[in-house]
């Protein structure tokens, strides 16, 4: 018998959770692929190690960009991968799939995650929206009649929802996750210090002293880099302090978008948010202060889900198990 599979597919990771077994694959969204033969020449962690130090013939390419699928063959070819290295296929049943996409995406869209997957030897696909399955992996009963809140700030859109009733009620997607944040960190340093970094450094710098909100003493981290004057390499050191002034915009927009959610939300569900608290989910829950950010901008309490990470992917395992409870697509 096939094993019912969950997919978180990311913009910066995609992680798998089989039933019965937890999460099994998480690894970065980026394929290689040799630009003369066409040929995939790696996937997931060995093709994320080849991101900006490629020879002219090799292009490490992320098939997934803002949370929706760009290059169709290439995510297919990336699903295609992961699966076939799980071992997941019964002998004549194939797995049924559960993968989360973004809340504002086309149709259109949809159809491309559902066939991409179809094609990659799945049987029934499933779609859902990524913060209602983010909510349920970090804990939350989002099945009964009371509000919920949950902001999922991923690698390529950040999700803000309030659910009731196992549904939406208003929400909000955003493309400006953690994708962006790295963007403007190299920016910040290209502007301030005139040194160019790639996105493997900026990303660097994000997890290991990326704050948004600075109550403490600033942490420091040494960055090589290329001097923009002298075309040489250079270190330089980078505080924490300037990587929440590299921030600041899009912390700021992520915000606004979440009080526009709660703007929109009937007043009994802002009653029940207000004593259950907002949960952060994604990879941006890990950024130093972020509750502390939107606790004071929102008014209400916030908490960080235990496993920000896997909460996706955690929750698909929970709703393959009550499929026949949740919406079919």
Do not use: W, Y
């Given at each position: 018998m096939a094993k019912d599979i969950g997919i978180d597919l990311g913009t910066a990771n995609v992680l798998i959770h089989v039933q019965g077994k937890g999460i099994v694959l998480n690894e970065p969204s980026v394929v290689a692929i040799d630009t003369k033969t066409g040929k995939v020449l790696a996937v997931g962690s060995d093709a994320y190690k080849m991101v900006g130090r490629t020879p002219g013939n090799i292009r490490a390419i992320r098939p997934m960009k803002d949370g929706v699928i760009a290059d169709f063959d290439i995510t297919e070819a990336m699903l295609s991968y992961f699966i076939n290295k799980l071992n997941v296929k019964g002998i004549l049943s194939k797995p049924n799939i559960l993968i989360c996409c973004p809340t504002n995406i086309t149709s259109i869209e949809q159809k491309a995650i559902i066939e991409a997957a179809e094609k990659s030897g799945s049987g029934k696909v499933y779609l859902e929206e990524e913060p209602k399955v983010a909510a349920v992996g970090a804990g939350m009963d989002i099945f009964q009649p009371q509000g919920n809140m949950v902001i999922d700030i991923g690698g390529g859109t950040s999700d803000i929802a309030v659910l009731s009733m196992g549904d939406i009620v208003t929400s909000r997607s955003l493309r400006l996750?953690?994708?962006?944040?790295?963007?403007?960190?190299?920016?910040?340093?290209?502007?301030?210090h005139n040194l160019l970094i790639g996105e493997h450094t900026a990303e660097k710098i994000k997890i290991e002293i990326g704050e948004v909100y600075g109550k403490d003493e600033a942490k420091s981290l040494d960055v090589r880099g290329r001097d923009m004057v002298t075309g040489l390499p250079r270190t330089i050191?980078?505080?924490?302090?300037?990587?929440?002034?590299?921030?600041?915009?899009?912390?700021?927009?992520?915000?606004?978008?979440?009080?526009?959610?709660?703007?929109?939300?009937?007043?009994?569900?802002?009653?029940?948010?207000i004593d259950r608290g907002v949960m952060l989910t994604g990879g941006g829950a890990l950024l130093h202060g972020i509750d502390q950010l939107?606790?004071?901008?929102?008014?209400?309490?916030?908490?960080?889900?235990?496993?920000?990470?896997?909460?996706?992917?955690?929750?698909?395992?929970?709703?393959l198990d009550n499929i026949n409870k949740s919406k079919r697509r």
């Open positions: 996750a953690g994708d962006k944040m790295d963007s403007e960190i190299s920016s910040f340093v290209k502007n301030e050191t980078i505080t924490s302090k300037e990587v929440e002034n590299a921030l600041h915009d899009t912390m700021m927009q992520i915000v606004q978008a979440a009080k526009d959610v709660l703007n929109q939300t009937p007043p009994e569900l802002s009653a029940d948010i939107f606790s004071d901008n929102l008014k209400v309490p916030v908490i960080v889900a235990e496993r920000p990470l896997d909460a996706v992917a955690l929750g698909t395992g929970v709703l």
